[in-house]
């Protein structure tokens, strides 16, 4: 399932600031909250170079923060051997790959695949490779010949020990896939940065015994004091292993699933350990243990069924992050974004509406699977840096823009995604061209340090990049953009890793506050945009991306009836909070963004991305009450106070009063962002805000007459 994707250079991408957290309603005296310390794209720069300067390394495989210094582990020739091992199964499959900005041994006997171990010291911005796989493996069938011991070095943990040291874990994988007999994976352990060795792994152990088509070990995670490891074939998938003291390896390690059980990822989360199982007949699940009792422990299903999406679910997890009490996972094909609540229940953040046994599921980004972007093909990986989650893509839109005829319509988009959000709810993309450089497909690795967010990427083609954030003065920056010009479909385009500058500003102009929270509906065939107003604006800039079918564009795997979205175009200005577009074409899906402007010409960051239309439905009276109920039981007085303003507010709007209804829902709103509802969680407070502010925003576009009053019923 590693398909290779990664992050680039610094160009034009579509950027926008974040929402900030707490609720911010639109409304005179609300308090702002100070904003968030959300990374743009100027604020990122490569931290290493290319490949560490072979584009052998396919990407960074691994990453941590140890002791004051980032480890990077890579895969090597990732592209190459894969390639070849299908050529062996299926010789009609052309190796050397047929591709011009491939580098692949004619005979893949030859090819590198030496694993390496890479350190960054930042104090002096310094790299050294402190181990690199031994090449002493003699190809079964092939005497006299080697190759590496380890291809790729998949995860790395900080463990402590029982007896209190601490050792950095790293899991490798193995080429067994294309030379068959090979020696089982092993775990390098380390307890000075500079010295691994294997822990043992001797013939007649568990780790000794592995069997030949379990070719790697990866994610590590620690619970409740243990080391934990997913053990499986060279896709990703497999069994689970436990350790206590994982530093004597062989026996010390226990199988803690059913043999067969196909696990991908796993994540620590509100006291259990949580699996995210691959099967490609029901879709995947995610289950919990509390890792306690007789083996295999017992699995409490979560999640089952791929989610409940019909025809085609997602057959595996592909990544799980803890983000503010919240359990976030993202699948591979399609690449939905779910997340899990501390009670269980869980709300899908990004992938179509559908019906479960809990009732319907709307999004709550409102957007389908890749963040709209149907050649996003995992929700990766994901990240929380500094209060913000930062969600990395796998897009295989450079793959099939060599295919003629497809390379012009898609390739304002080539290279992996990042998206960033404070919330759940609004995501802004960081950038969706892989930083301006096509060939990094996808983004593989987080590290967050106290020098920054790292990220670290793949590439198929020219070797892995490392990318270094640290937030720069606070609304200073650059506005890149992906842009149409008034000629037609393009890219903006800028030199180096400067991103491009829109309408000719100058470096350092002073920015505005980004217009916050870009909400999207519709009336009378139309499309309304609405936002949080930004101080000193004297206008706000449209931007909408048109979108294809997929009939036209012809892009192969990809339903027929799927929509692509198109470059950026500046559609209109307005200087109301809201602006109604009257030109979207029919029946088609847009998404859009707003910038606010000033009197002297600076401009802020793009809000948040929306898309019309939504496929969530707008707040209502109705459903907030229907949240409430799933919240709390009747007899909870917090509910009864809480219904009782609501009631008070759709009165207000049925008598046509919405100045009252307004000061309801903004005295409602402080009084949960207070904490004065106990008996509401922390996460049921935090979505109950953002639906306030969501219906007081719907009373202001009813005040304004955009909307009528009965739409808020």
Known sequence: MEIQSVLKGMLRVLVFGIAVLGIALPLAG????????????????EAAPQGFGDRQNSAAWSMQWWNGKL????????????????????????????DPDTDCAPDPRDLALQAEIWRYTPETETWERVYQSPNNVEMPGHPGRYT???????????????????????CGATVNALWPLMPPPRILRSTDGITFEPIPHDPGTILGDLGQDQATFRDFEIYNGRLYVINGRIRGHGAVLEAEDPAGGNDNFRWITPQGMKVFEMAPFNGSLYLGIADPWDGYSVVKTDATGTLPYTLTPVVTNGGFLEPLPSDSVVSMHVFQDRLYV?????AELIRINPDDTWDLVAGKPRETPDGWKYPLSGMDAGFDWPLNVHMWKMQEHEGVLYVGTADESTRWGKIPGLDELISWQYGFDLYLSTDGHY???????????????????????????????????????????IPGEMFTT????????????????????SPSVVSGLSPGTRFLKRPERLEVGGKDGTVVLSWEPSPRATRFR??????????????????????????FAEIGTTDQFFFVDTTVPASRPAHYYVLAEDAAGSVSQPSNLVRAPSLAPPVTFESLETSLASWLPESQSAKGEIVLVLEEVRHAARASDPDHALDRLERLCQSVKRGQHATLEPWQAEDLEILLAKLARRVRLAQAGIISLSDLN
């Not at 990732?78 to 390639?83: G, K, L």
């Not at 650059?478 to 890793?497: N, R």
Request: hydrophobic residues 35%.
């Open 330 to 334: 993202g699948m591979d094909k399609p």
């Open 71 to 98: 480890y990077v582990g890579t895969v090597r020739a990732w592209y190459c051997w894969v390639q070849a091992w299908a050529h062996t199964v299926a010789p009609f499959i052309a190796y050397p790959p047929d």
């Open 30 to 45: 609300s308090t702002p909250t100070e904003p968030l310390r959300r990374l743009f794209p100027r604020e990122f720069s």
């Open 542 to 567: 449209i931007f909408r991306s048109d979108s294809t079918s997929n009939r036209q564009l012809q892009i192969p795997d990809l339903d027929p009836d799927t929509w692509v979205p198109g470059p």
């Open 148 to 170: 590496a011991r380890d291809a790729g070095y998949r995860d790395m943990v900080v463990f402590e020990e029982p007896d209190g040291t601490e050792a950095l874990y790293v």
């Open 427 to 469: 995501f802004t993309p960081v950038t969706i061209t892989g930083f301006g450089d096509k060939f990094q497909m996808g983004l593989r690795t987080f590290a967050s340090t106290p020098h920054g967010l790292f990220l670290g990427t793949v590439s198929f083609w020219y070797g892995l990049r490392i990318w270094q954030g």
């Open 478 to 497: 650059y506005l890149p953009l992906v842009v149409k010009s008034s000629g037609g479909p393009g890219v903006a385009q800028g030199s180096g890793t």
